[in-house]
């Protein structure tokens, strides 16, 4: 098998970049390890910037999106007493899109074979091969044959978990990396929002945020300690502490229901250097992680993606190759704005095990500052938005 460009993985940057180059007529192909149900089962990513709508927009894939999504004008910080209201559209002009993950990657799976972008489903045991000559290699397991597809460029979009990152070789790559204390205890219920946009709550009892994925459907989440079991959290112990960190006033609009997927994710701010080795590109989780906090981590692969795009397109189209040798500096300025945003509003929302009085006295100082600074809210509002690409 021949490509110009393998890309590892059909998560969002996988499948985004792959329509992207379909689209300007250059022979992509997605090797997936999973099958497709499973890739649309992860409920993940709910707040979509413009940097991914745009992409969507581009694609002529927004039909859905500008239907059943919904977009949003703010978004609420609260501290257990008040709401503070972050008026992103007066602040900065911008709205964000709020529709899950899931739905963009139905879009984007929905029309791969109409636009000629072929994935590889359940692909066994992929390796990549010779990276840094002329003609790397993507080698699996289907159907209990061996393949090998041979392209100029492989763009490793396998998330945290995938090989790409590993098929650099030792010493080159530089980690960075801080794993939080606690994780997200998620929930997604058939029941209406309990407040018309996101509300992010900083409690004596520790984090939780109010979001949505429509008027019917709402997706929740709780700080709770990395061990925890989710036996421990029946729904009724869910939904109380719920309405405990939220406030008053979510709680009293608040619409309980049997949870349809409840689970823990770890966080962690994560960045890997350099994105690029000799043929190899990395794109998304495969290089960067960020805690949810900021709502960051599938746009930061949307920003990713709209740079590879580009530098490939004019690489195949001019024989310009400015835009690959400027790709892994370019994507990393914008990943390290993203990272210091997730890991700020992280560091502001949570309760740490060893934080004592005077740390939660600073939250809450930070809290009322930004309650009464419109400078500090637009500084919010414009990273919660999207920076500029
Ligand atoms: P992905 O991980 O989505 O996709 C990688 C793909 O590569 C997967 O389909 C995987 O099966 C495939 N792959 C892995 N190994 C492979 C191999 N060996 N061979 C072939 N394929 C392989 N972000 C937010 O903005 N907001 C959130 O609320 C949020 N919640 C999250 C909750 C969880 C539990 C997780 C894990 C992440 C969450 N994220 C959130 C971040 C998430 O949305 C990612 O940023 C987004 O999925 C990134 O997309 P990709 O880079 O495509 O990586
Ligand atoms: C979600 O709806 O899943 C969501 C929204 C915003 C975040 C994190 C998760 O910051």
Known sequence: ???????????????????????????????????????????????????????MVQLGLDTRMLAEGQLHSGFNLADGERLIRIDIEDLTGS???VYGQSEVTRDLIDAAPERGLEVVW?????????????????????NGKTQTLTAKYIAGCDGFHGPSRRAIPEGIGREHE???????????????PCHEELIY??????????SMRSNTRSRYYIQVPLDTDLAQWPDERLWDELAVRLGPDAAAHMT?????????????????????????????DAGHIVPPTGAKGLNLAAS???YLSKALIARFKQNDETGL???????????????????????????????????????????????????AQISIAENYVGLPL
């Open 178 to 192: 801080r794993v939080y204390p606690f994780g997200w205890l998620g929930i997604l219920a058939d029941v209406p």
């Open 304 to 306: 990713d993606v709209t």
């Open 1 to 55: 098998m021949k490509c110009d460009v393998a890309i590892v993985g059909a998560g969002p940057a996988g499948l985004l970049l792959g329509h992207l180059l379909r689209q300007a007529g250059i022979d992509a192909v997605i090797v997936e390890r999973q099958s497709a149900e499973y890739v649309l089962s992860r409920i993940r990513a709910g707040v979509l910037e413009r940097t991914t709508t745009d992409l």
């Open 122 to 142: 359940e692909a066994k045991d992929v390796a990549l091969h010779d990276i840094e000559s002329a003609a790397p290699s993507v080698s699996f397991e289907q």
């Open 325 to 375: 040798e400027g790709y892994a500096a370019k994507a990393l300025a914008r990943v390290w704005k993203s990272e210091r945003f997730s890991w700020y509003l992280t560091n502001l929302m949570h309760r740490f095990p060893d934080h004592g009085t005077f740390e939660r006295q600073m939250q809450l100082a930070e809290l009322d500052y930004i309650a009464n600074s419109r400078a």
């Open 256 to 284: 309980r229901g049997p949870a349809i997927e409840k689970s823990v994710a770890p966080l962690r701010s994560y960045v890997f250097e350099p994105m690029r080795h000799g043929n190899l590109f990395i794109a998304g």
């Open 95 to 97: 709205q964000v899109m």
């Open 201 to 210: 709550a900083n409690h004596a009892n520790g984090f939780a945020l109010a």
